[in-house]
Protein backbone atom coordinates (compact mmCIF):
# COMPACT_ATOMS: atom_id res chain seq x y z
CA UNK A 1 0.00 0.00 0.00
CA UNK A 2 2.64 2.53 0.94
CA UNK A 3 4.54 1.60 -2.06
CA UNK A 4 1.21 2.55 -4.00
CA UNK A 5 0.62 6.00 -2.54
CA UNK A 6 4.31 6.88 -3.30
CA UNK A 7 3.01 6.25 -7.14
CA UNK A 8 -0.12 8.57 -6.61
CA UNK A 9 1.38 10.99 -4.84
CA UNK A 10 4.32 11.71 -7.23
CA UNK A 11 3.31 10.35 -10.42
CA UNK A 12 0.17 11.00 -10.68
CA UNK A 13 -0.67 13.65 -8.67
CA UNK A 14 2.70 15.60 -7.76
CA UNK A 15 2.77 18.25 -5.74
CA UNK A 16 2.68 21.74 -6.56
CA UNK A 17 7.08 22.47 -7.54
CA UNK A 18 8.29 18.57 -6.95
CA UNK A 19 10.76 18.36 -9.79
CA UNK A 20 10.36 14.77 -10.84
CA UNK A 21 12.38 12.17 -10.87
CA UNK A 22 11.42 8.78 -12.28
CA UNK A 23 13.58 6.83 -10.52
CA UNK A 24 12.26 7.86 -6.87
CA UNK A 25 9.02 8.81 -8.07
CA UNK A 26 7.62 5.38 -10.03
CA UNK A 27 10.92 2.50 -9.89
CA UNK A 28 11.87 2.50 -6.84
CA UNK A 29 8.22 2.18 -5.58
CA UNK A 30 7.62 -0.53 -8.05
CA UNK A 31 10.84 -2.84 -6.87
CA UNK A 32 9.48 -2.42 -3.45
CA UNK A 33 5.99 -3.47 -4.34
CA UNK A 34 7.63 -6.34 -6.88
CA UNK A 35 9.61 -7.42 -3.49
CA UNK A 36 6.68 -7.56 -1.21
CA UNK A 37 4.86 -9.85 -3.71
CA UNK A 38 7.77 -11.93 -3.92
CA UNK A 39 7.36 -12.31 -0.12
CA UNK A 40 3.83 -12.73 0.34
CA UNK A 41 3.99 -15.32 -2.78
CA UNK A 42 6.27 -17.35 -0.73
CA UNK A 43 3.88 -17.71 2.09
CA UNK A 44 2.00 -20.74 2.91
CA UNK A 45 -1.28 -20.73 2.04
CA UNK A 46 -3.08 -20.00 5.80
CA UNK A 47 -0.32 -17.09 6.14
CA UNK A 48 -2.04 -15.72 3.39
CA UNK A 49 -5.19 -15.69 4.59
CA UNK A 50 -4.68 -14.47 8.01
CA UNK A 51 -2.91 -11.77 6.20
CA UNK A 52 -5.42 -10.96 3.84
CA UNK A 53 -8.22 -11.30 6.34
CA UNK A 54 -5.77 -8.67 8.99
CA UNK A 55 -5.42 -6.47 6.23
CA UNK A 56 -9.52 -6.26 5.81
CA UNK A 57 -9.84 -5.80 9.01
CA UNK A 58 -7.65 -2.91 9.12
CA UNK A 59 -9.20 -1.30 6.05
CA UNK A 60 -12.70 -1.59 7.46
CA UNK A 61 -11.31 0.27 10.72
CA UNK A 62 -10.08 2.88 8.91
CA UNK A 63 -13.18 3.63 6.48
CA UNK A 64 -15.47 3.34 10.38
CA UNK A 65 -13.04 5.79 11.81
CA UNK A 66 -12.66 8.55 8.54
CA UNK A 67 -16.72 7.97 7.50
CA UNK A 68 -15.68 6.15 4.33
CA UNK A 69 -12.55 8.03 3.56
CA UNK A 70 -14.00 11.25 3.60
CA UNK A 71 -12.43 12.76 6.12
CA UNK A 72 -8.67 12.96 7.01
CA UNK A 73 -7.70 10.18 9.51
CA UNK A 74 -5.50 11.19 12.73
CA UNK A 75 -1.90 12.40 12.27
CA UNK A 76 0.96 11.54 14.78
CA UNK A 77 2.68 14.61 15.68
CA UNK A 78 6.65 13.22 15.88
CA UNK A 79 8.08 16.67 15.59
CA UNK A 80 9.06 17.19 19.23
CA UNK A 81 11.32 13.42 19.51
Known amino acids: ?3 AAAIREFVAR ?9 VLDLVVPLL ?21 IWCAVGLIYAA ?4 GFRKAPVMIDLSGV
Open 1 to 3: GVN
Open 14 to 22: PPAGHKRNW
Open 32 to 52: GFAFCVTIWLGLKGRTQIVGG
Open 64 to 67: INTR
